[in-house]
T-cell receptor
Framework: DGGITQSPKYLFRKEGQNVTLSCEQN?????MYWYRQDPGQGLRLIYY???????QKGDIAEGYSVSREKKESFPLTVTSAQKNPTAFYLC?????????????FGDGTRLSIL | QKEVEQNSGPLSVPEGAIASLNCTYS??????FFWYRQYSGKSPELIMF????GDKEDGRFTAQLNKASQYVSLLIRDSQPSDSATYLC?????????????FGGGTRLMVKP
């Protein structure tokens, strides 16, 4: 079945540690996104990529990094510079650059600090 | 500042009633509007999208768009307890890159049996 797979489902980070969240899609979508959601809040955009080997900062990129070496994959690294990383992280994808195309989400990764 | 605004709720309706969820947005030139449903602890799922002024119906759901007044709404007819969730409005705001969405904070809906 086509879809977006995020792993792991739960992740714990120690002080000073970098952690990487995986996002893989088999929908042949060009565009991929990472959002952060804090309890009771909406989604805030961290990074997005509209094409392989290119990505742009979103509204809250500080303390995060991404890569887009393959169309199917858009991993997010939460670095030690992100002082408040506890949140629900959502990866999404959409077919291309048209404004009429909705984004579809993976099941998310819940990150907590140990 | 580009914004999408929703009342956080909770909006409480009895089972069988019509639930009306509203969303306003900042940029008159915005083109595409999406409603997502998010159950507690889960990821958002797309339930409706609308691009043109007027109403769009899909089963028990109706999306209404008024670009002149800059609001989009979602009506849920014959509300069921299983509709209890947070509903997120997302807008492709004017000036965003082609497929970028700005999300509202969501409205929590509670349908009471």
């Amino acid at each position: 079945d086509g879809g977006i797979t995020q792993s792991p489902k739960y992740l714990f980070r120690k002080e000073g540690q970098n952690v990487t969240l995986s996002c893989e899609q088999n929908l042949n979508h060009d565009a991929m996104y990472w959002y952060r959601q804090d309890p009771g809040q909406g989604l805030r955009l961290i990074y997005y990529s509209q094409i392989v080997n290119d990505f742009q900062k979103g509204d809250i990129a500080e303390g995060y990094s991404v890569s887009r070496e393959k169309k199917e994959s858009f991993p997010l690294t939460v670095t030690s510079a992100q002082k408040n990383p506890t949140a629900f992280y959502l990866c999404a994808s959409s077919p291309g650059r048209s404004s009429n195309q909705p984004q579809h989400f993976g099941d998310g990764t819940r990150l907590s600090i140990l | 500042q580009k914004e999408v605004e929703q009342n956080s709720g909770p909006l409480s309706v009895p089972e069988g009633a019509i639930a009306s969820l509203n969303c306003t947005y900042s940029d008159r030139g915005s083109q595409s509007f999406f409603w997502y449903r998010q159950y507690s602890g889960k990821s958002p799922e797309l339930i409706m999208f609308i691009y043109s002024n007027g109403d769009k119906e899909d089963g028990r759901f109706t999306a209404q768009l008024n670009k002149a007044s800059q609001y989009v709404s979602l009506l849920i007819r014959d509300s069921q307890p299983s509709d209890s969730a947070t509903y997120l409005c997302a807008v492709n705001l004017w000036g965003n890159a082609g497929n970028m969405l700005t999300f509202g904070g969501g409205t929590r809906l509670m349908v009471k049996p």
